[in-house]
């Protein structure tokens, strides 16, 4: 059983920056049913320009016959604010101005991001997360989501995140800015405003997703006469076209400014004391050729969340394997939840 809805939040939504959203929208999409005990919830947190339904783009590791499917769980994934995949974004309608936000939309965090889907956990009565799942930004939300100890987290799995976003990836990201705040209709706030922008900034940040030998791999030309039209060049170009097909440059913007906000430490002592308040049995899992989120990142968290896991994958294909490499994160996933209920069931017998 599939739900796709949206939940609309009747208060104000109070951002990390202390500016107020009102008639905030969340689109999610639920798959299976919640148990009596509510215990069996899959939280899935997508991320840059993913959506709501996670069977589609992390097909493999869910579906109906895979580690997470709805027959057993309770899955649920929400389109994260700011996405136009039918949450609160830049292109919703302001009920104060009766337009568009477009760039009055407020800067949000990736805590905010959290903060939403808190407020959907409590619209569908969950209060207990058996595992929570994210890669990229979708580990920096389900990161902070556990740090912030809003709903209990059984089992938290990091895929290819960090606990601060490097000078490295603002620095990416602040290039796929430049990239759209040269395309002069960005600032004409239409909904196709930025859209070259937006074309040369996910060819930009196609480059720090794959690796050289992803496109030596790929878009190796078979001819050695040629002096333009370049496998690879045209490669660039679809990408960059494709994304413009289902995206907008406003999210885009918007998003990428939250992904640079994200930084465990923000108001607590240190990183280290943030990620050591993380009380979920957790998984770290790097990609071992990721340029964008190095594998020390990944080590990083490990040492620093109390027990926690550690594992890497080999996949030539870079930070984006962690969308690809299925079967890979299936087995180290299926391991590591064995392990940790095994271990569970150890403490109820000495408890009783
Ligand atoms: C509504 C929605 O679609 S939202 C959900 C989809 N998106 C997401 O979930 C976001 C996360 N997903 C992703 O980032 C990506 O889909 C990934 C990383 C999983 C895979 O990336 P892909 O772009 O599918 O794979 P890859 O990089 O190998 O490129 C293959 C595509 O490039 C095309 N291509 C390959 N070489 C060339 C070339 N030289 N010139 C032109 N096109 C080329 C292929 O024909 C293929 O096109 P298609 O996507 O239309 O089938
Ligand atoms: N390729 C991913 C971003 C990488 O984290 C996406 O488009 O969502």
Known sequence: MSTTATYKYPKLFKLESGKKLRHVEIAYQTYGKLNANKDNVIWACHALTANADVLDWWDGLFGNSALFNPN????VC???????????????INSVTGQPYYLSFPE??????????QLLANHLGINSIKVLIGGSLGGQQALEWSIAKTINVENLILVATNAVHSPWGIAFNESQRLAISTDRTFYANQP???LKGLKAARSIALLSYRTYEAYAATQLESVNDKTGNYRASSYQNYQGEKLCKRFNA????????????HNVGRGKKSIVAALAEVEANTLVIGIDNDILFPISEQKFLAEHITDAQFSSINCAYGHDGFLIETDKLTNIIGNFLKESSDKKIIKLHQTA
């Not at 057993?72 to 899955?75: A, G, L, P, Q, T």
């Not at 990736?110 to 889907?117: E, F, M, Y």
């Open 72 to 75: 057993e769980h309770f899955i």
């Open 78 to 92: 929400a389109n994260i604010l700011g996405s136009n995949y039918g949450t609160t974004n830049p292109l919703s």
């Open 108 to 117: 949000f965090t990736i805590r905010d991001l959290a903060g939403l889907h």
């Open 192 to 194: 196709d405003g930025g």
């Open 250 to 261: 406003y999210s885009y913007w918007y998003l990428s400014k939250a992904m640079d906000s």
